[in-house]
């Protein structure tokens, strides 16, 4: 396949799932498995172009947030983002140190999009009914840095869907805001571990990139994340993650069924 067409087809795949509650870096290593494997330095970037789609639709909060540090609740919930990260941070780094690693197959990316699928699904059912309540806690930020954890040990879990959820769980039952938090979250979270990853592939020798398809393939994944954020926030509004849940479900088991 031609190269440009192969990094773009790996943008569109980046960009699209890097926020929505379906793994990143699970169809990631999948569409990999069939477009060939590319080079830390072209995940590190394609990841870049998804973060930078992300600041920009939160722009106006985040101004929000830092120049209006008089407000109580700003410093409060400014607050918890960071209380979230840095429990992200510690626990990232524990984990490197423990040689926690990412498996390169597919079984279990398969095996955590059908997991996570069914967990979604009876979180959904738990509550159901439920008053929906927007306030971000003490619990919530512990928890969703806790569940970013997750995401980075386990491929196919989903950074969003864990931190979403996990901030529904603690009580944050409105989704539009559990949703906002754990975007929010991600931002600098992605950007310290995308910069780890780009020191790694700086530092590494045998980096053989063609660049023009690597600007390509950033631009089409920072311009597809940018839709998808918006998407998913509006959509939020007025709709459960089921749909999410049973796609996570027939996508693994496809997976387990069709791929070697």
């Known amino acids: 396949m031609n190269d440009l067409l192969n990094a773009t087809l790996l943008g569109i795949v980046e960009g699209l799932t890097e926020f929505l509650p379906i793994s990143s870096t699970g169809h990631l290593l999948i569409a990999e498995h069939w477009l060939g494997e590319r080079s830390e330095l072209f995940n590190v970037a394609i990841q870049s172009g998804a973060i930078l789609a992300s600041v920009v639709v939160f722009w106006p909060r985040l101004m929000t947030l830092v120049f209006g540090l008089k407000e109580r609740a700003n410093r409060d919930y400014l607050a918890k983002l960071v209380v979230a990260f840095l429990l992200t941070a510690a626990g990232g780094l524990i984990a490197k140190k423990l040689g926690f690693e990412l498996p390169q197959t597919v079984a279990p990316v398969a095996g955590a999009l059908i997991i996570g699928g069914v967990i979604m699904l009876l979180i959904e059912g738990i509550l159901s009914g439920r008053a929906p309540v927007a306030e971000a806690t003490w619990s919530v930020a512990v928890w969703v840095g806790l569940c970013q954890i997750l995401a ?49 592939a700086h530092g590494a020798t045998s980096v053989h990139e063609n660049w023009s398809a690597l600007v390509v393939a950033f631009v089409v994944s920072a311009v597809v994340a940018f839709i998808a954020v918006r998407w998913l926030l509006r959509y939020v509004q007025t709709h459960r993650f089921t749909a999410f849940a049973w796609y996570r479900i027939v996508a693994g088991i496809a997976l387990l069924a069709f791929v070697r």
């Open 152 to 200: 980075a040990v386990f491929p196919g879990t989903s950074r969003s869907a864990a931190t979403i959820f996990a901030a529904m769980l603690a009580g944050m039952t409105a989704r539009p805001a559990a949703t906002e938090f754990a975007f929010l979250v991600g931002i600098p979270t992605m950007f310290a571990a995308t910069g780890y990853e780009f020191l790694k």
